[in-house]
């Protein structure tokens, strides 16, 4: 396993990964947290993508979020749950890198670098809302519970937030086969189901003074923290997007049949129909236009850069990737709906699977509410009102 040197490299692997992945998708989605996916994760942790991100200085290549966006764009299109499961990842490296101490980010960086993926433990339920926590680390050791634990179960580490013994969050780096550590496979939504993102619970697990990171303080002044994890999130929605288009695309010009009323007027197949033709010219332009702002948002977080500025730059990275993420978010969910509309009935057989588009686009989409993103945007554009906790929206 090689990490990719650049950005050509990276994305010459990201479509090598692609081309593993796409074949399993369907099956992946049908088995859900049944059968786990050890091979598509396996083929993932040796891709060398795990380590794009990690700066020259600690070994890597240090490749920006143009290269970040894109792969995980590449990906989602042939399966955004594996698409998923490291978005976590590359966040908990941003974190270290900017925010970890010299043990970890020898120790952490280094396995990332041979292929060890980082997991996460953010969430919780029963609370107020997610990060309401009652997970804690008193005298050195990890007890709680997390869901939403995407890429935990075949990680090697897990960065769990806890309340540590002073009232302030933390992000604790454990590894995955720790004594205390359970992960379990209940895992039960409609999409993204290959995620497999159920319960961690932790009992008793011992977290070393240097694998400690201040979650608080990273928060506390403008960061790009934030901004980089959506644009990951981002990515994963227009991936969807373009594979509802690719798919709709293939269906219309193999299987498709023109409706009786479009024969009527002439039609002799179904990308004859002038219907078909504007609702799927108007989709692919909608889509494009998603990739665009996928792409543009990338380029202002490489120009702010991963620490940025002070709050106008952290503000201008982080309502980027809030417009590209409601709108891909949106045109996610359009084409992945609308690609019935074009393709017709046969298209609703449970042989093609085409279902999983919408079933992923909608399960993914409610990670965080887009109408907060256009409110944050509107804030800024018509009251000059910086984005809330420093840039993370």
């Known amino acids: 396993m090689a990490v990719p040197q650049n950005h050509d490299a990276a994305i010459a692997a990201a479509h090598q990964l692609a081309d593993l992945l796409e074949p399993g998708a369907i099956q992946r989605d049908r088995d859900g947290a049944e059968v786990i996916p050890h091979e598509a994760v396996a083929a993932l942790d040796a891709s ?7 700066p020259a200085a600690d070994g890597g290549p240090g490749l920006g979020p143009r290269t970040l966006a894109e792969v995980a764009r590449i990906l989602a299109m042939a399966d955004p749950a594996i698409a998923q499961i490291p978005q976590g990842h590359y966040l908990m490296v941003d974190a270290i890198v900017v925010h970890g101490g010299a043990e970890a980010r020898k120790r952490i960086l280094g396995d990332v670098l041979a292929g060890r993926r980082l997991g996460n433990g953010l969430a919780e339920r029963g609370g107020k809302h997610a990060q309401d926590l009652t997970t804690r680390i008193t005298g050195g050791l990890l007890n709680g519970v997390k869901y939403y634990t995407t890429g935990a179960l075949t990680s090697a580490w897990i960065a769990a937030s806890a309340l540590d013994e ?58 790009q923290l934030g901004a980089r994890a959506q644009l990951v999130h981002t990515a994963i929605e227009v991936g969807i997007a373009g594979a509802a288009l690719r798919d709709a695309r293939g269906f219309l010009r193999e299987k498709g049949r023109p409706s009786t009323e479009a024969v009527r007027k002439g039609a002799s ?61 949106e045109v996610a969910l359009e084409a992945s709906s609308e690609l019935f509309t074009l393709c017709g009935t046969s298209s609703a057989a449970a042989k093609y699977a085409l279902d999983r588009h919408w079933r992923n686009a909608r399960t993914h989409s409610v990670h965080d509410p887009i109408d ?15 984005p809330p906790n420093h840039g993370q929206i």
Do not use: N
């Not at 620490?307 to 891909?328: C, N, T």
């Not at 907060?372 to 910086?386: G, M, N, S, T």
């Open 48 to 54: 060398g993508l795990l380590g794009i991100t990690v």
């Open 372 to 386: 907060y993103k256009y409110a944050h945007i509107a804030a800024f554009e018509l009251a000059d009102e910086q």
């Open 269 to 329: 197949a179904a990308t004859d129909d002038p219907h078909v033709r504007h609702r799927y010219g108007r989709l692919a332009t909608r889509v494009r236009a998603a990739e665009a702002l996928l792409e543009s948002a990338a380029g202002t977080l490489a120009e702010v850069g991963l620490i940025p500025s002070g709050a106008e730059a952290a503000a201008r990275g982080s309502l980027a990737v809030a417009a590209a993420k409601a709108f891909g978010t």
């Open 166 to 223: 002073t009232g302030r969050v933390v992000l604790a780096l454990v590894p995955r086969d720790a004594s205390g550590v359970a992960i379990d496979t209940d895992w039960d939504m409609i999409g993204q189901r290959a995620t497999i993102s159920g319960t961690a619970t932790f009992t008793g697990v011992p977290v070393e003074p240097g694998l400690r990171i201040d979650w608080s303080g990273a928060f506390e002044t403008p960061q």
